[in-house]
């Protein structure tokens, strides 16, 4: 059957190249680090790596590494089973009560991944006369979840708290309504005006969900995300993360929210009753990463100054970045193929980061999106911002030649 249909998938995997859009899998044979050695798909050797999820530099850290391999030994390597047969030890419960505590809330209920997470939530709280009223520029698990319920589907311009409030008063016939954003755009590093959503949310009286995946464990004073910058911790209802970033950077996601909400995920929510345990390592490793969080600032004040230094050295060379804090720094280039392009110079500079472009971004708005570490010494940043200048120059170069 698939000789009927080779030539089609060939076809569009050519139109995939032909547009720029093509993405290659750069292969790594090292630890994720501030430094990795590539070893595949691009210039081998090692580089600086601006481009991983590894806020807080815990992927590769010793005490996390530590409490992994203790972890192996007393819970074993896997499950082999979903959390309501025989998939439950101690160490998932812990884990469940410690994020609770942590992010304010009642109950926490955990997934294989924050996709997950996100995909089981709408289809179990919302039915036909409900209302899911969503933040344009969503992440796509929240997409793809909404997709799975019957809920009348509403969307607001991005953080355009005017037409958030339009959507409310169109939906003032739902029997449930659920208002649903990112806390940090991860293609823009924009943050969600939560206390204003919840504000509206009040008026409204809809509830408020809030995936936090690139905001926990280094935002706010005490690492807790959004809610807690924007003191709103008390009035978020669900709350949506991965462990497969700031918190070790392995895999897993969790919802955390009102206690009969996640009773009720523990009965219905496919993604949590189909899928096989998180494996009980990545479960005790986590444990070991909230208590790096909540004793010490350090990671998140090396966070918050790298960020600091690489945003304000690229703006002073002429680089335009997206405005904000955040760690996620969007470098604007405009054009797919020449960010495409600056990228490949970048590795050949030894830092190795991605170009965005069409469909992960809108037309016309490719970047290579930066994204700092607290593993990153200052010399880092540094190296790389003179790398970016020196890349420039040479795309330039090219351009001005083939012109």
């Known amino acids: ?86 998939g439950t030890q101690d160490v998932h419960k812990e884990l469940e009560e410690r994020l609770s505590a942590f992010l304010g809330q009642e109950d926490t209920i955990l997934y294989s991944s924050c996709f997950d997470a996100n995909g089981g939530v709408f289809e179990t709280l919302l039915g036909a006369e409900d209302a899911v009223i969503s933040d344009a520029l969503n ?25 958030l409030e339009k959507q409310l008063q169109d939906t003032q016939d739902a029997r449930r309504r ?6 940090v755009f991860s293609m823009d590093g924009y943050v969600a005006p939560l206390r204003e959503i919840c504000d509206l949310a009040d008026r409204y009286d809809a509830m408020v969900m809030v995936d936090d995946s690139h905001a926990v464990g280094f935002v706010g004073a005490g690492g807790r ?3 807690e910058l924007h003191g709103v911790m008390d009035r978020v209802d669900i709350i949506t993360g991965t ?5 070790g950077g392995a895999s897993g996601g969790y919802v955390a929210a009102r206690r009969e909400i996640v009773a009720l995920l523990r009965q219905r929510s496919r993604p949590y009753l189909f899928s096989n345990s998180l494996a009980p390592v990545i479960a005790a490793a986590s444990l070991k990463v909230l208590d790096l969080v909540e004793n010490s600032n350090e990671l998140r004040e090396k966070l918050a100054a790298n960020t600091a230094l690489f945003r304000t050295k690229m703006t002073e060379a002429g680089f335009e970045i997206l405005p904000g804090d955040h760690p996620i720094a969007p470098v604007m280039i405009g054009d797919a193929a020449k960010a495409g392009k600056l990228a490949e110079l970048l590795l050949e500079r030894g830092v190795y980061v991605i170009g965005f472009s069409y469909p992960v971004v809108p037309h016309g708005q490719a970047r290579i999106r930066v994204q700092l570490s607290a593993a990153h010494s200052t010399e880092d940043v540094e190296r790389a911002v003179a790398a970016f200048i020196d890349a420039r120059d040479a795309r330039d170069a090219l351009d001005a030649v083939e012109a």
């Open 1 to 86: 059957m698939f000789d009927n249909v080779r030539a089609d998938v060939a076809a569009t995997l050519d139109e995939i190249r032909e547009a720029g859009l093509f993405k290659p899998e750069r292969v790594i044979g090292s630890p994720q680090s501030a430094a990795v050695t590539v070893t595949g798909g691009g210039k081998p050797g090692e580089v600086l790596n601006f481009c991983a999820n590894n806020y807080l530099g815990l992927a590769d850290n010793q005490e996390v590494l530590d409490a992994a391999k203790d972890a192996l030994d007393r819970w074993g390597y896997g499950m082999a089973s979903v959390r309501f047969i025989c």
């Open 139 to 163: 992440h796509a698990s929240i997409i793809d979840g909404i997709r799975l319920s019957k809920a009348r589907r509403h969307r607001y311009a991005n953080r355009d708290m005017a037409d």
């Open 178 to 183: 659920l208002i649903v954003t990112d806390g």
């Open 225 to 227: 995300g959004t809610p």
């Open 243 to 247: 462990l497969g970033k700031a918190l």
